[in-house]
C-alpha cells in the first residue's frame, strides 16, 4: 500500500493586517518529512509512505493568496506525480484563513481529493484550536484533533491519525467524520486541559473511541481571533460510513458537554491588568514571576510590537525585569550598528498594532547581539528586540540573548498560558489582560463575519443539536 504524506499548516489571525507571506514558512520535503512521527509509523507499518511538502509558520495575519497558490500547488504536483495511491496523511492545523480564498484546509483538501479521487482514503491531524469548516470534514474520512492544551500531544496526534488511516486501509473501509458545532468560541487560555471544566471532558473523549463502529472523537475549542464563519467550537466524531447515525449522537453527546460548561470554564492562573500583574509581581517574595502579556501573544497571530509592558515597568520603578520581545526591525538595526555596549535613545514598538499600541521611546545600552535580535537594558529591563516574530517559550530561548531567567525577578513573555518548559521554572504565574489582537476579552474585538448568536459575544440564547435530517 502507498500513502501521500505532507500539508501546509498556519493559525491564522484576521485581526493582525499582516498577511503572512512565503518567507514566514519552514517547508519540509524528501527525507525530512519521512522523519515525521507519522510517516514512521506508517513505514514501520510496511507503507511506502511518499512525501510531498509540508509548510508550517508561526501565527499570524490571514496567509497572502499568492503564497498559499504555491504551496498548494507544491503538494499536489508532488501527489499527483507518485501516481496511485491509497491514502494520504495530512498534518494541517484548522485555522489556516486564505486572502481571498478562506479556508485554506477546505480548499486544500478539496485539490487533494481532486488528485487521488473518491477511492483513497484521507485523513488529517489537527490542532485543537481550529476552525472547521463543513466541505473540509466532507472532503475527508478521517479528522482527528489534540487533546491537551498546552499542546502535549501533537506527535500522539500525528500517530494518531495515520493509524487511523492505516486501519481504514486494512479493513478496506471509508470512515465518514460527522462534525456538531456548539455556538461557543472560547480564548484557549480559558479551556486548559490541565483543569476542570475542561480536564474530565477531555478525559471522556477516549470512553468514545473504539466501541460500535466509532473510531475517534474530538472536540475543538475553535481559534477565537479569527472572524470568520467557521469560528466555533467543533465536536468531530470518525465512524465507519455504516455507523454515521451513531457518530452523529456522540457528536451530540460531546457537543452538549461544552455547551452545559460554556460558562464555567476558567483562568488556570490569577489574572489582571497591566498594571496589576506588575504590582503582583514586585510584591511577590518569588523570583522568577512570569506575567504573560496575553493581549500580543505570538502563539496566537498577535503583532508582538506593543511596548506598553516596558513603558509600565518604567512607570512603576521596576528594578529587575525582562521583556521578551518586542519585533522592530528598525530597532534592531539601530542597535546592531551602535554594537554591544553602545549607548543611544531609540523608539521601539507600536509600528504593526498601531490600534493597541504606540511607540516608545527608551534610552539605554546594547547588551547582546544576537541573529535575530538584541537584548537591550533601559534600567533595570531588558528587552529583547527582534527582527523577526519569535516567540519565547523555553528558558534555552531566553539565554541566546544572554539573559538567564531563574535569576530576574520579572519575567514578561507575549504568550497567553505558558508552555511547559517555562512553566516548570516559573514560581509564580500570572497573566495581563492586556490590549491586542489577541484580547482575551473578545467582546472589544470587533467581529462582523462569525455566525451569530455565538457565545460569549451573545449570552441570552439557548442551543440544542439539530436532529440528523
Given at each position: 500500500?502507498?500513502?501521500?504524506?505532507?500539508?501546509?499548516?498556519?493559525?491564522?489571525?484576521?485581526?493582525?493586517?499582516?498577511?503572512?507571506?512565503m518567507d514566514s514558512f519552514n517547508i519540509f520535503d524528501g527525507r525530512e518529512l519521512l522523519k515525521d512521527e507519522a510517516a514512521r509509523f506508517?513505514?514501520?507499518?510496511?507503507?511506502?509512505?511518499?512525501?510531498?511538502?509540508?509548510?508550517?509558520?508561526?501565527?499570524?495575519?490571514?496567509?497572502?493568496?499568492?503564497?498559499?497558490?504555491?504551496?498548494?500547488?507544491?503538494?499536489?504536483?508532488?501527489?499527483?506525480?507518485?501516481?496511485?495511491?491509497?491514502?494520504?496523511?495530512?498534518?494541517?492545523?484548522?485555522?489556516?484563513?486564505?486572502?481571498?480564498v478562506g479556508s485554506g484546509e477546505s480548499d486544500l483538501v478539496k485539490g487533494v481529493r481532486d488528485v487521488v479521487g473518491e477511492d483513497a482514503n484521507i485523513s488529517?491531524?489537527?490542532?485543537?484550536?481550529?476552525?472547521?469548516?463543513?466541505?473540509?470534514?466532507?472532503?475527508?474520512?478521517?479528522?482527528?484533533?489534540?487533546?491537551?492544551?498546552?499542546?502535549?500531544?501533537?506527535?500522539?496526534?500525528?500517530?494518531?491519525?495515520?493509524?487511523?488511516?492505516?486501519?481504514?486501509?486494512?479493513?478496506?473501509?471509508?470512515?465518514?467524520?460527522?462534525?456538531?458545532?456548539?455556538?461557543?468560541?472560547?480564548?484557549?487560555?480559558?479551556v486548559v486541559t490541565d483543569i476542570e471544566p475542561a480536564s474530565s471532558l477531555y478525559r471522556d473523549l477516549e470512553k468514545i473511541d473504539g466501541p460500535l463502529g466509532i473510531l475517534n472523537a474530538s472536540m475543538l475549542v475553535g481559534m477565537a481571533w479569527a472572524d470568520t464563519p467557521n469560528s466555533c467550537a467543533s465536536a468531530i466524531v470518525v465512524a465507519e460510513e455504516d455507523h454515521a447515525e451513531k457518530a452523529y449522537e456522540s457528536a451530540c453527546e460531546i457537543a452538549e458537554a461544552y455547551w452545559n460548561r460554556r460558562e464555567k470554564f476558567?483562568?488556570?492562573?490569577?489574572?489582571?491588568?497591566?498594571?496589576?500583574?506588575?504590582?503582583?509581581?514586585?510584591?511577590?517574595?518569588?523570583?522568577p514571576v512570569f506575567i504573560s502579556d496575553s493581549g500580543d501573544n505570538v502563539t496566537a497571530g498577535a503583532a508582538g510590537d506593543i511596548p506598553l509592558f516596558v513603558e509600565q515597568l518604567l512607570a512603576m520603578g521596576v528594578t529587575d525585569a525582562v521583556v521578551a520581545g518586542i519585533l522592530d526591525p528598525e530597532a534592531v538595526e539601530l542597535c546592531k550598528?551602535?554594537?554591544?555596549?553602545?549607548?543611544?535613545?531609540i523608539e521601539i514598538g507600536g509600528k504593526i498594532d498601531k490600534i493597541n499600541a504606540y511607540p516608545i521611546e527608551v534610552d539605554g545600552r546594547v547588551m547582546n547581539i544576537s541573529k535575530d535580535g538584541v537584548a537591550f537594558r533601559t534600567g533595570g529591563i531588558d528587552i529583547i528586540l527582534m527582527s523577526r516574530p519569535r516567540a519565547f517559550i523555553s528558558p534555552d530561548s531566553l539565554r541566546t540573548y544572554g539573559i538567564e531567567p531563574l535569576t530576574r525577578k520579572i519575567v514578561v513573555v507575549k504568550l497567553g498560558y505558558l508552555f511547559p518548559e517555562l512553566k516548570k521554572i516559573a514560581a509564580l504565574e500570572l497573566m495581563a489582560l492586556s490590549p491586542g489582537y489577541t484580547n482575551l476579552m473578545i467582546d472589544r474585538l470587533s467581529y462582523r463575519r462569525v455566525r451569530r448568536p455565538l457565545f460569549p459575544l451573545d449570552k441570552e440564547f439557548l442551543w440544542k443539536p439539530l436532529s440528523r435530517g
Open positions: 500500500m502507498r500513502v501521500a504524506i505532507g500539508g501546509i499548516s498556519h493559525e491564522s489571525n484576521t485581526f493582525n493586517p499582516v498577511h503572512t507571506t506508517l513505514m514501520d507499518a510496511g507503507i511506502e509512505v511518499t512525501p510531498t511538502i509540508y509548510a508550517s509558520a508561526l501565527p499570524s495575519g490571514v496567509v497572502e493568496k499568492e503564497t498559499y497558490i504555491r504551496l498548494k500547488e507544491g503538494l499536489l504536483s508532488r501527489v499527483e506525480g507518485v501516481g496511485k495511491v491509497d491514502g494520504v496523511c495530512l498534518i494541517l492545523h484548522g485555522a489556516l484563513e486564505v486572502q481571498g488529517a491531524s489537527l490542532d485543537l484550536h481550529g476552525n472547521i469548516a463543513p466541505e473540509f470534514v466532507r472532503a475527508t474520512n478521517i479528522l482527528t484533533a489534540y487533546r491537551t492544551a498546552p499542546h502535549r500531544d501533537v506527535a500522539e496526534t500525528k500517530v494518531r491519525a495515520a493509524s487511523l488511516l492505516l486501519g481504514s486501509l486494512k479493513r478496506r473501509t471509508k470512515p465518514v467524520s460527522v462534525m456538531v458545532n456548539p455556538p461557543v468560541l472560547l480564548p484557549g487560555e480559558l476558567r483562568y488556570e492562573v490569577e489574572v489582571g491588568s497591566i498594571d496589576e500583574t506588575i504590582k503582583m509581581a514586585k510584591e511577590s517574595l518569588k523570583k550598528a551602535a554594537g554591544v555596549g553602545a549607548r543611544l535613545r
